[in-house]
């Protein structure tokens, strides 16, 4: 059964800086790509980074580039997305996701919200 389980969400103020992290299991987590793809509040999904199977390349919205920072421990089959610099505008659900040859998976996500 394949499994992502996201954790590490909160609460911070602009300016603050958070890792959340993704556990997969169930596939071999080091042969897929990985996404990070957010929800705010009332609006649509929004791709936020990608890296690929080894950790080598790795892909940013312009929303975060230069902010955030995705990775990824192969021997712990477990992503990472590093949020520096918060903004309140990345106040959100965060999912890890990714697709296999069966189909897509999606996480239930962890709650990131910015605030004074």
């Known amino acids: 059964q394949v499994l992502l389980v996201e954790s590490g969400g909160g609460l911070l103020q602009p300016g603050g800086s958070l890792r959340v992290s993704c556990a997969a299991s169930?596939?071999?987590?080091?042969?897929?790509?990985m996404n990070w793809v957010r929800q705010a509040p009332g609006k649509g999904l929004e791709w936020v980074a990608g890296?690929?199977?080894?950790?080598?390349?790795?892909n940013y919205a312009d929303s975060v580039k230069g902010r955030f920072i995705i990775s990824r421990d192969n021997d712990n089959d477990t992503l990472y997305l590093q949020m520096n610099s918060l903004k309140p505008e990345d106040t959100a659900l965060y999912y890890c996701?990714?697709?296999?040859?069966?189909?897509?998976?999606w996480g239930k996500g962890t709650l990131v919200t910015v605030s004074t």
């Open positions: 996701v990714t697709t296999l040859r069966i189909g897509a998976y």
């Open positions: 169930g596939f071999t987590f080091n042969n897929y790509f």
């Open positions: 890296i690929s199977s080894g950790g080598a390349t790795t």
